[in-house]
């Protein structure tokens, strides 16, 4: 289109020439790619392209410059610590309980009852473990830091703090994303406790298996390399709760109804993004170790 002048005054460019920038705080020239993808599945591709930069800056931030916001850190561990201690371990003391019924059923019409702890507890600390201790960090904490940087968001607290030369990457995301990660990390140890003495539980009130036998076979399955991996599975599992939660509240709109969809939005990707990375990541654990699992 032409430019419009006016007598008097200089010549004025039609703004539909003026370069148009991205909104968002991952707008740039790499989002012009998303426009080749079908529109069905563009906004899922934009957003996972979304968390995925954000992860990257926040590794990069926590990297390059490993010092001052560690006491942050420590305050979100403790606060996520405080907050989901208990119903963790409630909900995984109940959900490998209710397990216990149909594997001592299963076990027993076999004939081979000494092989249910090795059973449920190498199928529990491969996938019903870490499922639900970060089900749990997601549901609660997730939904608080989605609730916190939406507030922040819907306020213009981002914004302002952009104005003053504050990043809100480092100040806001860093901490939360790394307390988070860490935290998820150290309850693996704990859940795998928990884990052990329900099976035990189960199968001395179900089963009639005495605690010596029980524990006389439960080792012939559960191995070093077994216990390592679910540790990092906790670590990844903690970082894509972060990632996640932290992306939609820093991309919260539309007041107090778009916060409480962001909110809703946070906890349903989180839960389906945990599933499908349990499902790739024991793939690639038991392809790199294909003997974890067999009886000695």
């Known amino acids: 289109m032409s430019s419009t002048t006016q007598p008097g005054s200089a010549s004025i460019p039609d ?25 069905p599945l563009r906004g899922a591709v934009n957003e996972a392209g979304g968390m995925a930069e954000l992860l990257i800056k926040v590794a990069w931030s926590a990297i390059r410059h490993p010092r001052g916001y560690w006491q942050d850190v420590f305050e979100e561990m403790a606060f996520t610590i405080k907050r ?25 019409l076999a004939g081979v009852g000494e092989l249910y702890g090795p059973l449920l507890l190498m199928h529990s600390v491969r996938t019903f473990t870490v499922w639900v201790a970060t089900l749990l960090v997601a549901g609660v904490i997730g939904a608080a830091i989605t609730a916190e940087l939406g507030s922040r968001k819907v306020r213009e607290e981002l914004d302002a703090m952009q104005v003053m030369g504050i990043d809100p990457i480092r100040v806001l995301v860093v901490p939360r994303i790394v307390s988070v990660t860490l935290v998820t990390t150290l309850l ?22 005495d605690r010596a036998s029980f524990y006389q076979f439960v080792w012939l399955t559960l191995s070093p390399v077994e216990l ?13 709760i972060g990632t996640v939660c932290c992306y939609k509240g820093l991309t919260a709109a539309g007041g107090a109804m ?39």
């Open 188 to 209: 693996s140890v704990p859940a795998a406790l928990i884990t052990l003495l329900s099976c035990q539980f189960g199968a001395q009130v179900i089963g009639g298996i």
């Open 258 to 296: 778009g916060l409480g969809r962001a909110v809703n939005q946070a906890v349903v990707i989180a839960f389906v993004s945990l599933f499908v990375m349990q499902l790739g990541y024991n793939a690639v654990v038991l392809g790199l170790f294909p003997d974890l699992g067999a009886f000695k």
């Open 15 to 39: 703004l539909v020439e003026l370069p148009i920038e991205p909104d968002g705080p991952y707008g740039g020239r790499l989002s012009s790619v998303v426009s080749f993808v079908p529109k």
């Open 84 to 108: 989901s201690w208990l119903s963790i371990s409630l909900a995984l003391f109940g959900f490998l309980l209710a397990l216990t019924v149909p594997s001592m059923t299963w076990v027993q």
């Open 228 to 240: 390592l991996a679910m540790v990092f599975n906790c670590l990844l599992a903690g970082a894509l």
